[in-house]
């Protein structure tokens, strides 16, 4: 069975200033998939950042990082510069390949940018 | 940003009414997809399907039913609402073509409708 885990309910940072959210999955597949979503207050889920297993290579994009441990089976978040428009609730899915694209989601962060 | 709608967004209705929530893709994706998400919860995969004609149920059990008579529409149906069916509901929509090579593609997610069953 695969299952991802967010062990932080809440977090808040200063505008800024740079935080990390956390997740770890358990899983047997060797292939898979990670991502961070975003679903800002009352608004449309969006895609933060994607993550290919085999890729040893930590994906990128802008303010957005991971670090990605696959032995540890550890994806974590970073976001530099936090900004207000960070304020969200973030979610990690797991995706194995060749399953059809199924998705597991952690049961989400939510980030509070403190002005 | 992804052309993925559902309406109505907002819906409160009374029990016993029959509802269906309407969900709709102007990408061309095979797969679709119908999570339950409480405020500030995880969410629950209820339903999905793989293309047209094909439904399958999900984790979570739901009262709810699906079809997939066209590409782009996927409608979840209560025949009769509940108060324990409040909640709010989030289509989602993926593409296939990258199954055979093992690519898993994002799934993009519609505004989502919250319902209120009183």
């Known amino acids: 069975a695969q299952t991802v885990t967010q062990s932080q309910p809440e977090m808040s940072v200063q505008e800024a200033e740079t935080v990390t959210l956390s997740c770890t999955y358990d899983t047997s597949e060797s292939n898979y998939y990670l991502f961070w979503y975003k679903q800002p207050p009352s608004r449309q889920m969006i895609l933060v950042i994607r993550q290919e297993a085999y890729k040893q290579q930590n994906a990128t994009e802008n303010r957005f990082s991971v670090n990605f441990q696959k032995a540890a089976k550890s994806f974590s978040l970073k976001i530099s510069d936090s900004q207000l428009g960070d304020t969200a609730m973030y979610f990690c899915?797991?995706?194995?390949?060749?399953?059809?694209?199924?998705?597991?989601f952690g049961t989400g962060t939510s980030l509070t940018v403190i002005p | 940003e992804a052309d993925i709608y559902q309406t109505p967004r907002y819906l409160v209705i009374g029990t016993g009414k029959k509802i269906t929530l309407e969900c709709s893709q102007t990408m061309g994706h095979d797969k679709m997809y119908w999570y339950q998400q409480d405020p500030g919860m995880e969410l629950h995969l209820i339903h999905y399907s793989y293309g047209v004609n094909s439904t399958e149920k999900g984790d979570l059990s739901s009262e709810s039913t699906v079809s997939r008579i066209r590409t782009e529409h996927f409608p979840l149906t209560l025949e009769s609402a509940r108060p324990s069916h409040t909640s709010q509901y989030l289509c989602?929509?993926?593409?296939?073509?990258?199954?055979?090579?093992?690519?898993?593609?994002?799934?993009?997610f519609g505004p989502g409708t919250r319902l209120t069953v009183t």
């Open positions: 989602a929509s993926s593409e296939s073509r990258g199954r055979a090579l093992g690519l898993s593609y994002e799934q993009y």
């Open positions: 899915a797991f995706s194995p390949a060749n399953t059809g694209n199924q998705f597991y």
